[in-house]
């Protein structure tokens, strides 16, 4: 993935589970802006083991190291992956 600016639309996140995540029955991405608090971004399984989120004009908007976790549910089971940085940037004015 290359890099990722506040204003972006369509920019693709992708997570690797490292697992296979057919039957999957809820799929979100955690994500922790850099200034702290946490918001659940849609996302889909892509590729048998990723969960992907398409960024939209609302999403990831804050500046600086996000913190990205995969959240997977089967059933009544739950799974969290691990976290993973993610840097956003400022786009020039």
Same mark, same amino acid.
């Given at each position: 993935? !290359?890099?990722?600016y &506040?204003d972006?639309? !369509?920019?693709?996140?992708?997570l690797?589970?490292?697992?296979?995540?057919?039957?999957?029955?809820?799929c979100?991405?955690?994500a922790?802006?850099?200034k702290?608090?946490?918001?659940?971004?849609a996302?889909?399984?892509?590729?048998? &083991?990723?969960?992907?989120?398409?960024k939209?004009? &609302? &999403?990831?908007?804050?500046v !600086?190291?996000?913190?990205?976790?995969?959240?997977?549910?089967?059933?009544?089971?739950?799974?969290?992956?691990?976290?993973?940085?993610?840097?956003?940037?400022?786009?020039?004015s």
């Open positions: 993935m !290359g890099k990722v &506040t972006d639309i !369509g920019t693709l996140i992708k690797d589970t490292g697992e296979a995540l057919a039957g999957a029955t809820g979100k991405i955690i922790r802006p850099p702290g608090g946490a918001i659940e971004l996302a889909t399984v892509v590729e048998g &083991t990723k969960l992907q989120h398409v939209s004009a &609302t &999403t990831l908007r804050e !600086g190291i996000w913190q990205l976790q995969a959240y997977v549910k089967f059933g009544e089971e739950e799974y969290c992956g691990e976290i993973v940085g993610l840097q956003i940037y400022k786009v020039l």
